[in-house]
């Protein structure tokens, strides 16, 4: 079935082709087969980097929904395979299939969440209490194994969610796991204990705020 999709709506995109920019009026959404799709907005001069989506992650259905303008660009980063959806094919698979609406007002509620998250981040000055308040947060709804929380998280994506430098991100996450706090995993972030992890924030925060008095 994926093979017959893809005959009819597949198109092959090499790393590079900027696929649509802010403020495009949008025709298409997109189904990434395979590769990476970078999501970004301008602010100021700067790119500021909003998600990096892979496999089965679907963008630009929002357009389609509201009518109205891009609102972030999109780039290839890796070469990749995608479905590309027109307006017309994306309201029969709407009304055809009870099921793929359900999986995209999911996604879309999950997008909202991490919107929260980001917002929330903005708030927070000290990077630190940043990393560890976003890591907290989506332990909420991440995969419970006894005491620990896994989090299918990459340094990347904790950096997009926290909006700090991917490096400053590495270095507090490499401290995070010397301290047992949490650990590495080739498929995402182990949160040893939730509870130690709480109580190291409120240490970093009276910690501030004693220094400040």
Same mark, same amino acid.
């Given at each position: ?18 696929? *649509? ?37 679907? *963008? ?29 094919? *994306? ?123």
């Amino acid at each position: 079935m994926e093979d017959e999709l893809f005959k009819r709506f597949g198109k092959v995109f090499p790393k590079g082709t900027i696929l *649509f920019r802010e403020g495009d009026t949008g025709e298409d959404m997109y189904i990434i087969n395979t590769g990476k799709v970078k999501i970004f907005k301008e602010v100021g001069g700067n790119e500021k980097v909003l998600a990096v989506l892979s496999q089965s992650d679907f *963008f630009g259905e929002m357009s389609l929904l509201n009518k109205k303008p891009r609102s972030a660009s999109a780039e290839v980063v890796e070469d990749a395979k995608m479905l590309v959806i027109n307006n017309s094919t *994306f309201d029969t698979m709407i009304r055809s299939n009870s099921e793929i609406a359900l999986r995209i007002i999911r996604i879309l509620a999950k997008r909202l969440e991490d919107a929260d998250v980001q917002i929330a981040n903005l708030m927070i000055k000290d990077s630190n209490q940043r990393v560890i308040v976003t890591l907290l947060k989506l332990a909420e709804s991440g995969t419970k194994i006894d005491t620990d929380t896994f989090l299918k998280l990459d340094v990347e994506k904790l950096a997009i969610t926290t909006g700090l430098e991917k490096n400053k991100v590495g270095e507090i996450v490499d401290r995070l796991a010397k301290n047992r706090l949490i650990e590495l995993t080739n498929n995402g972030i182990l949160i040893r204990n939730y509870d130690n992890l709480k109580k190291y924030l409120d240490y970093l925060v009276m910690k501030e705020q004693f220094e400040g008095m």
